[in-house]
C-alpha cells in the first residue's frame, strides 16, 4: 500500500492530489488559486503535512534530476525556478513556487522532485540543442496520467506511443512518447501561441523586444497570447467567456486551434504512429472548444494517414487538474506501488544535467549559467 500525493504548479491553481493505491481511496483533492500561494507558500505545507503521506512529488519548476527534495542544491533550485534579480523583486508567482521548493526542502517530508523533459536520457541530444522548455516537470506530470490511463487499459509501458497534447491557461505543449519513453516534447515558452503566453517568439521579434525594454522580464511570456486579442484584462475572464467570445475575434480562435496542431505535427517526426492522442489543460473541458479541436486533429491525422483515437484524461479528482494526478501516479511509483512499471519505463531515474546544458555557444552558455546560479532563493 502506498499513499502518494501529487502537487501540481499550473499557473492559474496550484493542484494537490492524494489516493491510496490499495484502497482507491482519493484522500487529498485541493485546488488552490496561485495568487494565495504566492502570499503565502506555507499553506501548501499545511496541507501536506495533515495527509499522513508515504511519498509526496512536488512541483518542481523546470524540473531538476529526480531526487529528494532535501539533496538538491540552491543552484538546481535557482536553475529549475530561474529569474532574474528584478523579477524576484516584482514577486512573480515563480517566486512563490521557488521559496515553496525551498521549504519543501527544508522540511521534514519524503518529497521529490522531479525533472523536465530536457533532463530525460530518453530524449536525444540532438534534439535537445538550444532548447529550454521541451516541457517543464508539470508537463511529466500530465504524460504519466495519460500512461496511467494506458496501463488502467491493460497496456504494457513498452507498448504505449501516444502524444499528449496540454491546453492550458497560459500555454500549451505537446509531449510525445514512443515506446513506453518520452522522446520528444515542445513545451509552453517553445510552443506555438497560448491562451495567456505568447509562444515560442521570432528571434528577432525576441530582439526588438529585449532591446526595447530596461528589462525583459518573464512577464513577457506571459503576456501577447490570443486571451489578449479579446480582453484587457484576461485574468477577470474565464476561458468559457473567452471561447463564447469568438464572434468578435475569429483570428484568436484560429490562431489558437492551428497553432495546437502545427506542434502536434511537429511531435509526429518523433512519434510517427502514435496509439491515442491524449487532451488534458483547463480548455478541454470546454465542450466547443474540445470539439472543434478534435476535429481538426481528425483532419489532420486523417491526411497523414494515422489512424489514433482521441481521449480525454480520465479525472479521478473532482478539483484538480489531470497534472496534478500524473505527480501523484509518479510518487507511488517511486513508493514502489502498483504504477511502479510506469515509472521505471521513463527511466526517471536517469534523467541529469541542467536546463542550459544545450546552449550550443559556450561561451554563451557560461554567461547564462552563472547569471542565473546565484539569484536569491
Do not use: Q
Amino acid at each position: 500500500m502506498v499513499r502518494a500525493v501529487g502537487v501540481d504548479p499550473g499557473t492559474y491553481s496550484m493542484d494537490l492530489f492524494g489516493f491510496d493505491d490499495e484502497t482507491g481511496e482519493v484522500f487529498l483533492d485541493v485546488s488552490i488559486p496561485r495568487e494565495e500561494v504566492t502570499r503565502d507558500p506555507e499553506i501548501v505545507l499545511k496541507h501536506l503535512r495533515d495527509t499522513n503521506a508515504d511519498v509526496i512529488v512536488g512541483p518542481s519548476g523546470y524540473g531538476v534530476p529526480l531526487k529528494r527534495a532535501r539533496e538538491t542544491t540552491d543552484e538546481e533550485l535557482s536553475y529549475a525556478t530561474f529569474i532574474t534579480e528584478k523579477d524576484y523583486e516584482r514577486n512573480l508567482r515563480i517566486v512563490g513556487l521557488r521559496k515553496l521548493m525551498k521549504m519543501m526542502r527544508d522540511s521534514n517530508l519524503n518529497i521529490w522532485f522531479c525533472p523536465g523533459v530536457i533532463h530525460l536520457s530518453t530524449v536525444p541530444r540532438y534534439r535537445k540543442l538550444n532548447k529550454i522548455d521541451m516541457g517543464t516537470a508539470d508537463k511529466i506530470f500530465s504524460v504519466v496520467a495519460a500512461m496511467r490511463d494506458e496501463y488502467d487499459r491493460g497496456i504494457e509501458p513498452k507498448d504505449m506511443n501516444i502524444i499528449l497534447i496540454e491546453v492550458g491557461f497560459a500555454y500549451n505543449a505537446v509531449i510525445g512518447v514512443k515506446n513506453g519513453k518520452i522522446v520528444d516534447g515542445v513545451g509552453g515558452t517553445y510552443s506555438t501561441i497560448g491562451y495567456l503566453g505568447s509562444g515560442a517568439l521570432d528571434a528577432e521579434l525576441a530582439y526588438a523586444i529585449a532591446n526595447s525594454l530596461e528589462d525583459f522580464s518573464k512577464i513577457v511570456l506571459f503576456k501577447g497570447g490570443v486571451a489578449y486579442l479579446v480582453f484587457e484584462n484576461p485574468f477577470e475572464h474565464s476561458v468559457e467567456e473567452f471561447v463564447r467570445e469568438l464572434e468578435k475575434n475569429e483570428d484568436a480562435y484560429m490562431a489558437f486551434i492551428e497553432g495546437i496542431l502545427k506542434d502536434v505535427s511537429r511531435i509526429l517526426v518523433s512519434v510517427d504512429e502514435p496509439r491515442r492522442v491524449y487532451l488534458s489543460g483547463r480548455f478541454t473541458r470546454v465542450e466547443r472548444f474540445r470539439r472543434d479541436l478534435e476535429d481538426g486533429l481528425s483532419n489532420m491525422l486523417r491526411r497523414f494517414n494515422i489512424n489514433a483515437e482521441i481521449s480525454l484524461i480520465k479525472r479521478h479528482g473532482r478539483n484538480v487538474k489531470e497534472a496534478a494526478e500524473g505527480a501523484a501516479v509518479i510518487a507511488n511509483g517511486i513508493g514502489g506501488g502498483k504504477y511502479r512499471k510506469l515509472i521505471e519505463s521513463l527511466e526517471l531515474w536517469k534523467s541529469s544535467g541542467t536546463i542550459f546544458d544545450y546552449i550550443v555557444d559556450r561561451d554563451l552558455r557560461g554567461r547564462v549559467m552563472e547569471r542565473f546560479r546565484n539569484v536569491p532563493l
